[in-house]
Structures are given as C-alpha cells and as structure tokens.
C-alpha cells in the first residue's frame, strides 16, 4: 500500500457510517480490521484499521492523549 511505503505510516484508518455496508465490505475485502464505534454529531460511525505489517496487534489503538486531540481535530470532533 502506498501509505506505508511512499509515507512511512505505521497504520491507516478509516471510518464509515454503521450503516452503510458496501463500504464497510470494502474496508474488510482491503485487510482493514474493525475498530471500534464511536458516534459524532449524533451518528454512529465504524473504524477499521490496517497496519503496515498486517498484524492487528501491531495497532496503536487506544491512542495517547496527544494523539486523541490530534485524531479529534482531523475528525473534527
């Protein structure tokens, strides 16, 4: 995947609505490995992630505070 090797990123994550399956099958077809939920602005969200080594124990979830606030301001939480 690009992310790893052009960026260096140790993990990638991606959110959907509950709701919508087709891309929800996308993420787990990609290697993406569920989350968590979490619900912002009244609605319920999944997050899958995907590590460079492909390990789901090679995730950093749950995140630092520092983190959190940076997750918080991409999100727009």
């Not at 990609?30 to 619900?39: K, L, N």
């Amino acid at each position: 995947m690009a992310g790893f090797e052009h960026l260096g990123l140790a993990e990638v994550l991606c959110y959907t609505l509950q709701t919508n399956r087709a891309p929800r099958r996308v993420m787990e077809k990609a290697g993406f490995g569920y989350e968590r939920d979490v619900v912002h602005a009244g609605l319920p969200y999944v997050f899958h992630c995907l590590t460079a080594s492909g390990r789901p124990e090679d995730r950093r979830w749950p995140l630092t505070e520092p983190e959190k606030r940076q997750t918080r301001r991409s999100l727009r939480i």
